[in-house]
């Protein structure tokens, strides 16, 4: 017991030790699939939302009271779609009723983006025809609006996207992965297809000089994109120098594929000196050699992908629980969990009797449906009864 509160007070006094290293308090790092998720709907309107001294259009309000809108639900969130001199209530719903939208859809869509108005009847109609090019009929594209109506009406550089649309048809993505891409995505489309273009070129060629063949390309690239289509966000130069920081740090060209791979390209929304400062941080918490670090985060990509600030909360998280640093560096992927994952995992172990302090981080480990096998394992052990009550019984005469 005391040699077990020793080691756990060695472990905490190196993650202090490594804070005081590493942590740098002037350094914020967010989630980057957020940070890029916020740029999918970036502010891009020529509408004031300054609600000081204006009065609200009352021939709007009127206008959405007859179909049902909750207007104080609008005025919340809002309030400076009501106050435009210029609205196109009427306009909006009947083209979203020629698409197949019932009074109370049409009501849903314009009470989650009542900015969608302030558009004109034509920019609809030309946003209706650019979704077509990728959905089967208008059945499947009012079901999309009514889902994500912020990427519908978020129009802007029209010719861009439909310039965008046909590329990724050319290039072979399905169409359900570009009508996710809409929706999910949108900010990918804005760019001039000669960046998209670019990218795409600049990934094919690194692939084939990291030693990847002509062959698998195609489904390389595609795959790569399904998973992530913020890559297309990136540039050739930061597409250029995360590779070479990888080759610098003695990652073979088939690691580095491989990286790419376990990451989904994610690790192109990253800098060098971010990956840098996480590696530094976890040797030092792990004390290795540049060779055992290397093969460390081969294991657990997420080393080089989250920031100290992340990978520190998580360490102390699992110290806390009573863990040591040796058991997390045998079984690293735990720090891809959160401390909250953490925790309530330990907590349902725990009631089965399991001691995480003595045994393997890998029932601890893996995705939610991961964690429920190792779990059903653990409690069939433990309520299988000793014997074998349908064993035929020997009784000697």
């Known amino acids: 017991m005391l040699r077990g509160a020793a080691h756990g007070a060695k472990d905490a006094f190196t993650l202090l030790l490594t804070r005081s290293q590493y942590w740098n308090p002037?350094?914020?790092?967010?989630?980057?699939?957020?940070?890029?998720?916020?740029?999918?709907?970036?502010?891009?309107?020529?509408?004031?939302?300054?609600?000081?001294?204006?009065?609200?259009?009352?021939?709007?309000?009127?206008?959405?009271?007859?179909?049902?809108?909750?207007?104080?639900?609008?005025?919340?969130?809002?309030?400076?779609?009501?106050?435009?001199?210029?609205?196109?209530?009427?306009?909006?719903?009947?083209?979203?009723?020629?698409?197949?939208?019932?009074?109370?859809?049409?009501?849903?869509?314009?009470?989650?983006?009542?900015?969608?108005?302030?558009?004109?009847?034509?920019?609809?109609?030309?946003?209706?025809?650019?979704?077509?090019l990728v959905c089967q009929n208008e059945n499947q594209l009012i079901k999309l609006i009514e889902q994500f109506p912020e990427s519908f009406?978020?129009?802007?550089?029209?010719?861009?996207?439909?310039?965008?649309?046909?590329?990724?048809?050319?290039?072979?993505?399905?169409?359900?992965?570009?009508?996710?891409?809409?929706?999910?995505?949108?900010?990918?489309?804005?760019?001039?297809?000669?960046?998209?273009?670019?990218?795409?070129?600049?990934?094919?060629?690194?692939?084939?000089?990291?030693?990847?063949?002509?062959?698998?390309?195609?489904?390389?690239?595609?795959?790569?994109?399904?998973?992530?289509?913020?890559?297309?966000?990136?540039?050739?130069?930061?597409?250029?120098?995360?590779?070479?920081f990888l080759q610098k740090n003695d990652f073979t060209d088939h690691e580095v594929l491989q990286l790419l791979s376990k990451l989904k390209g994610f690790i192109f929304q990253l800098t060098p000196t971010t990956m840098q400062k996480s590696m530094l941080f976890s040797q030092n918490v792990f004390k290795c050699s540049d060779q055992e670090l290397k093969q460390l985060v081969l294991k657990c990509p997420a080393l080089l992908y989250y920031s100290v600030p992340v990978l520190e909360e998580r360490l102390e998280g699992l110290l806390k629980e009573g863990i040591s640093v040796a058991q997390i560096r045998e079984t690293p992927m735990v720090l891809?969990?959160?401390?909250?994952?953490?925790?309530?995992?330990?907590?349902?172990?725990?009631?089965?009797?399991?001691?995480i302090k003595s045994g393997t981080l890998e029932s601890l480990n893996g995705t939610k449906k991961d964690f429920e096998v190792s779990y059903g394992k653990i409690q069939s052990k433990k309520e299988r009864p000793i014997f074998n009550p349908v064993a035929p019984i020997n009784i000697e005469d």
């Open 336 to 355: 891809e969990l959160t401390t909250q994952i953490v925790q309530y995992r330990i907590k349902k172990l725990s009631a089965l009797g399991y001691d």
């Open 26 to 132: 002037g350094w914020n790092f967010s989630s980057v699939w957020t940070e890029v998720a916020k740029r999918s709907f970036p502010i891009r309107s020529s509408y004031t939302t300054d609600t000081k001294s204006r009065e609200e259009n009352k021939e709007t309000i009127e206008s959405l009271h007859r179909l049902s809108v909750d207007v104080k639900k609008i005025r919340r969130l809002k309030e400076w779609v009501l106050l435009q001199d210029v609205a196109y209530v009427k306009e909006i719903a009947g083209i979203l009723q020629e698409m197949g939208a019932d009074k109370t859809a049409v009501a849903n869509i314009l009470e989650r983006c009542p900015e969608a108005i302030l558009h004109t009847p034509a920019e609809i109609n030309s946003q209706r025809a650019l979704w077509q």
């Open 153 to 244: 009406f978020t129009i802007d550089c029209h010719e861009n996207q439909k310039a965008n649309i046909l590329f990724f048809q050319e290039l072979g993505l399905k169409n359900h992965i570009i009508t996710r891409f809409l929706t999910s995505a949108p900010s990918i489309f804005y760019n001039p297809v000669e960046k998209t273009r670019n990218v795409i070129e600049t990934l094919q060629r690194n692939y084939l000089s990291l030693g990847g063949s002509d062959a698998n390309m195609k489904i390389w690239i595609l795959k790569l994109l399904s998973q992530n289509p913020f890559i297309l966000l990136s540039t050739s130069s930061t597409i250029q120098e995360n590779l070479e």
